[in-house]
């Protein structure tokens, strides 16, 4: 074992898989036996552990762990007093924050909070909604859901307040939404003591570095295209490049072509190798990437 090793704590559940493909695209070879919760991380500076997302922020807080990757939904429910890292808007379903929205039968009369009162509400998030409702001066009976929140309304409860990245789950079992709360997404969170420390503090901020490389890699790719000199003007006008592109001689020494790097958004790469192969580039190479850092 190290002589120094930070203790970190991944989500457990529906943002599992993503959280450790993200890691793996992080440079972190990720592997789980689904027999134990300890997962091998790959480094041996870094001990960790998988947990349901709503328990990781107390163990972050009591300092049981260094270090974590939880919702900003569960970090306000529990209240609870951390370091926020860096924010990674990353979700099981795509690249996206997930929206906590209060929401009720489509047949309902309940257009904003005050109509709620004297009302049956149940959610995951029975603080933060019981802080809503004192915020708005109602007095409601908000009960916790131990899951299929929204098949609950109208026969069971008046009103949900439930997450959703899409909204598809809602619609399905007849919900409106009536307000948005919050935006939540992946936090990745710090006990105080531990951000102190030296040592833990460079490990932590290399490890958001590299996560934060890793997702800005997600929706883009590097193009290469030889092109000629009278023609690179035409090419260079056809890139929305993250910066400039990279312009340089041929190793063959023909002063008359020049190779063109980049890194461009997939989602328009289908316009751009059209437009590119028009302007006069040839032998235009796609590739992926594993990190950006910006």
């Known amino acids: 074992m190290p002589d120094r090793q930070l203790r970190i704590g991944l989500p457990k559940g529906s943002l599992q898989g993503s ?29 960790g552990v998988l947990l349901r997302a709503q328990e990781l922020p107390l163990y972050i807080e009591h300092g049981v762990l260094d270090c974590g990757l939880t919702g900003y939904d569960w970090i306000l429910e529990r209240g609870v007093d951390l ?15 997930y929206r906590w929205v ?7 009369d309940v257009d904003r909070w005050e109509d709620l009162a004297g009302k049956r509400i149940a959610t995951e998030l029975v603080a933060v909604t019981e802080r809503y409702l004192a915020d708005h001066g109602v007095e409601a009976h908000v009960e916790f859901s131990w899951g299929a ?3 609950k309304c109208p026969d069971l409860v008046d009103a949900v307040v439930e997450g959703t990245e899409t909204g598809s789950t809602l619609r399905a079992n007849n919900l409106r939404v009536v307000e948005t709360l919050f935006e939540s997404s992946t936090r990745f969170v710090a006990n105080r ?21 890793a997702l800005e890699a ?13 023609e690179l003007d035409a090419v260079i006008a056809c890139l929305p490049a993250l910066k ?15 190779a063109v790097e980049t890194v461009v958004d997939a989602g328009l790469v289908k316009d751009l190798i059209p437009a590119l192969k028009a302007a006069g580039a040839q032998g235009i190479i796609e590739y992926p990437l594993s990190k950006v850092v910006v």
Request: aromatic letters at 8%.
């Open 102 to 108: 209060l929401a009720v039968h489509e047949s309902s």
């Open 244 to 258: 400039h592109p990279t312009v340089s001689p041929l190793t063959n020494g023909d002063e008359e072509w020049v």
């Open 149 to 151: 929140t929204e098949a």
């Open 19 to 47: 959280t450790i493909e993200l890691f793996r695209k992080a440079g972190f070879p990720v592997t789980v036996d689904e027999r134990a919760y300890s997962p091998d991380l790959g480094d041996d500076e870094l001990w």
């Open 83 to 97: 370091h926020e890292i860096t924010d990674l808007v990353y979700a099981k379903g795509g690249m996206r924050p």
């Open 193 to 213: 003591e531990a951000w102190s420390d030296p040592w833990k503090r460079q490990k932590m901020e290399s490890i958001a570095l590299l996560l934060n490389a």
């Open 218 to 230: 997600e929706n883009m790719v590097g193009l290469k295209m030889n092109v000629r000199q009278v």
